[in-house]
């Protein structure tokens, strides 16, 4: 996991240094402080962020897209106790759905991490915060980051394959901007019944969040059903 101490000198870095230094900063850090297999898969994020950032953000934000990337899984590790107490730190109190959708507490904390004592927009912020629950009318910068830690190339299950595969042959067809949006709409609504299929089938907790978002793209694509 990233100590208090490493974030505090990653902090400094990065008040430091801007653009691309800054992103050397950064997996520098994240591969020497995460685990080999958390480091291998938030790599594969932040490539997956730039490659989809390539097709619907402007060419300014692909270096904040790329930081989200980096940083949506960085309080990953810790444990329950050290995401509350993180999220007591900031000031930010945890709803009794946080608690009980525990799995998404890195989101929470990650997001304040990433605000506290990395120096990030809220933007970036705001896409780790919504990285695994997603949620309703995300923006196109905060699906990016959600479908990116979906489909990365890393991830070898079959869902997340064909997802992946999906996504940019559908995305190769679009004739413009406005069908390519409509795709990755698609893709988040599928991915978005994909995890509530996985929770119920696992009895896990499901996080409001993920229920409006669900229900917010299913509207969405009303004339579809």
Known sequence: MITAEANNGLNNDINK????????????????????????HTIGVADECVRLGRIFLPEESIHDIRCAGLLHDVTKELSPEEHRKMCEKYGYELSRYDVLAKGILHSISGSLAAKHEFGMSDEICNAIRYH????????????????????EAGRTEKVCVSMRNNLYKQLSKAKNYADKLYVLDKCIFV???????????????IHTDTVEARNYYMLLFNDSF
């Open 191 to 205: 991915t978005l019944n994909n995890t509530l299929n996985e929770l119920i089938e696992n009895y896990k907790f």
């Open 17 to 40: 240094n801007s653009g691309e230094e800054i992103i050397s900063v950064l997996e520098k850090k994240i591969m020497t402080t995460l685990s080999v297999k958390r480091a291998k």
């Open 132 to 151: 695994t629950t997603g949620k309703a009318d995300m923006t196109t910068f905060e699906k990016i980051l959600f479908i990116a830690d979906y489909i």
